[in-house]
């Protein structure tokens, strides 16, 4: 059983940046591939950005593209999510995810074991 752990969410005024951690446990960290996802006030979790198994595949939504930046630290059984240029429409609590694929995927289904969240709240 992997347990995951995300942090670093905070308050940010808008144009900051943050960093999400992501630490996971009970499990070969390098046999997961490793997702991202956010959930706004009564919206449907969406898909922010993934890596794959060796961190060699990563895809982003297109609003993060530029902005956001996915790695992973495998000695560290860690991934990252260093955000920049951060707006207002960014905030929510933010989700890490693993998923036995090894590229992951977009689709919240397609990952196996999800931390508790991290709000990230952006001020105007």
């Known amino acids: 059983q992997v347990q995951v752990v995300d942090s670093g969410g905070g308050l940010v005024q808008a144009g900051g940046s943050l960093r999400l951690s992501c630490a996971a446990s009970?499990?070969?960290?390098?046999?997961?591939?490793m997702g991202w996802f956010r959930q706004g006030p009564g919206k449907e979790r969406e898909f922010v950005a993934r890596i794959s198994r060796s961190g060699g595949s990563i895809f982003y939504l297109e609003s993060v593209r530029g902005r956001f930046t996915i790695s992973r630290d495998n000695a560290k059984n860690t991934v990252y999510l260093q955000m920049n240029s951060l707006k207002p429409e960014d905030a929510a609590v933010y989700y890490c995810?693993?998923?036995?694929?090894?590229?992951?995927?977009?689709?919240?289904?397609?990952?196996?074991?999800w931390g508790q969240g991290t709000q990230v709240t952006v001020s105007s």
């Open positions: 009970g499990g070969t960290f390098r046999r997961y591939a």
């Open positions: 995810a693993a998923s036995l694929d090894p590229y992951g995927s977009g689709v919240p289904y397609d990952y196996d074991y």
